[in-house]
Each structure stands twice: as C-alpha cells, then as structure tokens.
C-alpha cells in the first residue's frame, strides 16, 4: 500500500527508472556520501527526465543535490562548495530546477523543495545568482511560483526568505570592514526582487503573521481575565454568611455551586488550551518572522531605492500591525487651532500694541499652547506607535554607522 501511494502518479512503463533512481539515492544516503561532480551531473540528467514521472523523485533529487551543495567539508578538500555550485550552473541545473517548479506549480511540497535548491545553489555564489538574473522570465516564473504559497505554506515561505537572502548578500564571513561591499549581483538582484513586487509580499506575511499571533494572545488575554474576575467573586461571596437559611435553599445553593465549579473547570480547560496554541504558535510564527525581516534587510541594505520601497510598504501595513489607533483627546485638550484671519496684518503694529483685543489673542494662545503641551505630556498613549519602523530603521542605520 505504502509503495503503491509512492509511484500513484507513475506511469507503469516508468516505474522501474523510478525505483532505480529512488534506491540508488537512498544507499548514497544511508551511507553518508554526498557526492561530487559525477552524482551532480547525474542526478541533473534525472531531474529532467525522472523527475517529470514522479513527485517523490522530484523531491529526493531536489534533498539529495541540497544536501551535495550544502555538505560541510574540510578545507582543501576538493570538489569544494563553490566549485559545485559553478558546476551545477554550468551543467544547466538552474534551468532543471525551474523546469521541475513549472511542472508542480499546485503542489507545495515540491515548490518549497525546489527553492530550497535553488537557494542552496546561489548561497555565497555571486556567479550562480548573476545567472539566475539573466533568464529573467525563469527569474519571473520562479518569483510567482513562490509568492503564490508564501501566504498558504509556511515552508515555502520561509524558503523563499532564504532564497531572496541569498540572492542580495554573502553569507556572514570575518573581514575587517564594518559593511562588506556588494557585488553587482547582488545589487542587481535587490532592484529585480523589488520591482517584481517582492518587498510587499514579505511585509505582507509579517502583518498576516503578527495579526495571527495577536489575535490569539488578545483570546488568552480575554480567558485569563475571566478567570481572575470569577475568582475573586467567589471569594468575595464565601465571605458572606447568611442566618436561617432552609433545607430547600441549601439543596439549591449547593447544586448552583457544583454548576459552577463544572463550567469553572470547562473555562480553566479552555485557558490552558488557548495559552498551549499560543506556545506553539508564537515557536513557529517566530521563525517565520526571523527569516522574513531578515530578507527585508538584506533587501534594503545599502540600496537607497530599495530602502523607500521598504519604508513606503511598512507604513502602507501601519494600521493592522505596524502601529495602534490614537486615543480620544483628555477633555480640554485643543484638537484644532483657530482659523486664521483672512485680513492681513499691518505691518509695524505688535499684539501689545493692538489695545485689549491684541493681548486677549496672546494669552489665549499661550493657554492653548501650553494646555496641548500638558495634554500631550498626560496622554503619551495617543500618539501612535509604531514599532516595525522603528525597528526596521534603527537595524539600517546601525548596519551603516
């Protein structure tokens, strides 16, 4: 039944390739080879071919050459990371992967496989992401393909945040600069990653991702009041005594009591459930969170044009996550300023000196001045915060100082 589920899509003619291919990549595994220029040129070859039969050979090539280029190995020791990476782009691997994606756009698993490759195959490379730049309608196709699961699938996501790291910058490595420079590719993958519309999916995760997390904090919140208030009425009422109760009312007392402790029990239950999904949201939310601002700096940094797109899309998402709706004003606090007049002034004249319409407007505007002045130092909390800015900024500023 189980190998019957695996080769379902697997024309019978095909099957026998299929397992060949499948068991072969198994031994490989089970043995802890990752293999080298010839596997590399191997499991290409079946990618375009195999891989188009069947989705578990899809995705165990797509692990198998992930793992072959992103293998650690000791120094010195050949082929290295980079020569395989310049291989699998000179063998035309780039051009499978995207070919693979095409083919199994709906299927998720396999989108995220195959940007995980990709991702694999650029990392640190300049070379391999220049390439993936000059098929600019593979280059197109492949950013589609990732923003139509980004928003459904949270692997893919977090694929697709690796990937666009990637494509913009080094992986971290010692150097003496404070700010290593950019290549031009990796500039030029900043602008292309921009212009097709890449910064307001990431910031558009962030929001849907914060939105999710607050509004299951906000029911948590909700539960756990509920529960202080009606434990602190309990209390207040076993305080109470009352004289020359019946038998009748007691009977009915203590059967209200045994309700309550029930649907008590029934809340506390639902309490610890709400703040267990929250635990285990806030684990996986944060993940995804960690890798989109990442890839939205990496995006920004050191790119005048990319960094207003940033700013302009995270203040576009202000309102459901970034910031928080001011406040009413405190009661006496100016919310307008006068209208002015539409008679000019004559020139040479002071308030002092406008007899005792002149000094009533200057005192009314000190007072006004300085009771928006208090109301604003009483009511910090209706200014509207945001915080995503802040922060996103705050990291710019210090990664150029």
């Not at 109470?240 to 109760?245: A, L, M, P, Q, S």
């Not at 009591?257 to 029930?262: N, T, Y």
């Not at 635990?279 to 960094?307: D, F, H, I, M, P």
């Not at 307008?336 to 040479?348: E, I, N, T, W």
Request: with cysteine; glycine share 6%; net charge positive.
């Amino acid at each position: 039944g189980g190998a019957n589920g695996r080769f379902a899509d697997v024309a019978p003619r095909h099957r026998r390739e299929v397992e060949e291919v499948l068991s072969e990549l198994t031994e490989l595994r089970r043995h802890g080879v990752y293999g080298g220029f010839s596997e590399v040129r191997t499991w290409i070859n079946a990618m375009g071919r195999v891989g188009g039969f069947s989705r578990e050979a899809c995705l165990e090539l797509c692990a198998s050459l992930t793992l072959c280029l992103t293998a650690p190995r000791n120094p010195g020791q050949e082929p290295s990371s980079e020569q395989l990476q310049q291989a699998f782009v000179r063998m035309g691997g780039l051009k499978q992967v995207v070919n693979a994606l095409m083919l199994r756009l709906n299927d998720a698993a396999a989108v995220t496989a195959c940007v995980q490759l990709l991702a694999a195959a650029v990392q640190g490379s300049p070379h391999a992401a220049e390439s993936i730049l000059d098929a600019e309608q593979d280059f197109r196709l492949l950013i589609r393909t990732i923003a139509r699961h980004c928003t459904s699938n949270q692997q893919a996501a977090e694929a697709g945040c690796e990937l666009i790291s990637h494509l913009c910058a080094f992986t971290p490595y010692p150097c003496s600069e404070l700010i290593p420079r950019r290549v031009k590719a990796h500039k030029d993958s900043q602008k292309k990653i921009a212009d097709e519309g890449m910064v307001d999916l990431l910031t558009g995760i962030l929001a849907r991702s914060a939105r999710e997390v607050r509004t299951v904090s906000e029911n948590c919140e909700s539960l756990e009041a509920m529960s202080l208030q009606e434990s602190a009425l309990t209390k207040q009422a076993a305080g109470i005594t009352v004289v020359g109760k019946r038998k009748e009312d007691t009977a009915k007392v203590e059967h209200a009591k045994r309700q309550e402790s029930i649907k008590r029990v029934k809340r506390n239950d639902e309490a610890r459930s709400a703040w267990r999904e929250l635990t285990q949201l806030e684990a996986t939310q944060a993940s995804v969170q960690r890798k989109v601002l990442q890839a939205l700096l990496l995006v920004a940094a050191g790119n005048v044009e990319t960094t207003r797109m940033l700013i302009s899309s995270l203040i576009t998402e202000q309102p459901p996550i970034l910031g928080e709706p001011a406040a009413e004003p405190p009661p006496g606090a100016i919310t307008a300023l006068p209208p002015l007049s539409d008679k000019p002034a004559k020139v040479g004249k002071s308030a002092k000196g406008r007899g005792k319409g002149g000094k009533k407007a200057l005192q009314q505007a000190q007072a006004a001045t300085a009771a928006a002045e208090a109301a604003a130092a009483a009511a910090p909390e209706a200014q509207p915060r945001i915080h995503m800015v802040t922060y996103v900024t705050e990291q710019y500023r210090q990664r150029l100082a």
